[in-house]
């Protein structure tokens, strides 16, 4: 890679999702939300691409992937809503869209996009570059610091440290202890009973991390603590399967993934 590598991540059943709910809610047919639904997504896709004027490009996809964090927890993600048929049928045109404009797909059968992502960033960041990740999830700004950066298109802000302590209050390197305590609504990951978001921030700022609270005694515990302490298995489980993996094998050479404009 080049001494000033770029490499943009687009997080793309996350962008391909908002865009098709958009033209949903148009007097639209099926197919005719489909067909807006890619031409918005290369119109898209064209934008970022100039404004983040980036060296590598890839978008990653999720497959009918039966998650390690399913197998860990199988109420994992329970109740969320399932993608609409019409668009689960569209993705092959959709990621042709993808390479209309110059960008690699990836999908994997065996592992979540989120972890696919994580890994990539934090592959480019180690070695010196930069890497932007497009998504609205804010499960990445835990990936937060020294050359990651994490874009919401569609609200048109940076997903930074300083939102993360004005929506969170804590730092991006304790995220993943805050939603230990607080779990995840959205991937139905249970927490600390009676830990809310204000409670975990304070546990935070007074303990610092998971692991700093656990090692106080229980009797030397105040009250929330009390609560963090007698459901550290809870805590612990929920702590893994928040914290996105770094290590998944890619299977390809980044050079592979190099943006050459179209």
Not at 189 to 199: D, L, N
Request: hydrophobic residues 45%; proline residues 5%; glycine residues 8%.
């Amino acid at each position: 890679m080049s001494p000033k590598s770029h490499l943009l991540i687009i997080d793309a059943l996350n962008l391909i999702r908002r865009l098709h709910a958009v033209q949903a809610q148009q007097a639209l047919s099926p197919e005719q939300a489909l067909l807006a639904t890619r031409a918005n997504l290369v119109n898209t896709s064209r934008k970022l691409l100039a404004a983040a004027t980036p060296t590598h490009v890839i978008a990653v996809f999720d497959g009918e992937v039966n998650s390690w964090r399913k197998g860990l927890y199988p109420d994992y993600k329970a109740g969320r809503s399932p993608m609409p048929p019409e668009l689960k049928a569209g993705l092959a045109s959709l990621q042709d869209a993808f390479w209309e404009c110059g960008i690699d797909a990836l999908l994997s059968q065996t592992d979540e996009a989120d972890d696919l992502v994580a890994t990539l960033a934090c592959g480019i960041a180690r070695h010196g570059h930069r890497a932007t990740i497009i998504s609205t999830d804010k499960g990445f700004c835990q990936l937060i610091g020294k050359g990651i950066q994490v874009r919401d298109y569609f609200n048109k802000r940076w997903l930074d440290a300083a939102f993360v302590q004005q929506h969170y209050g804590v730092a991006p390197a304790q995220l993943v202890d805050f939603w230990a305590l607080t779990g995840v609504a959205g991937s139905n990951i249970k927490g600390v009973a009676g830990i809310g978001p204000k409670g975990a921030a304070q546990l935070l700022q007074q303990y610092g991390s998971l692991d700093g609270m656990l090692a106080v005694a229980i009797e030397e515990a105040g009250k929330p603590l009390q609560k963090v302490l007698t459901q550290a298995e809870d805590a612990r489980l929920a702590q893994t399967l928040v914290r996105l993996r770094l290590d998944i094998p890619l299977g390809f050479n980044l050079q592979e993934i190099r943006y050459v404009p179209r």
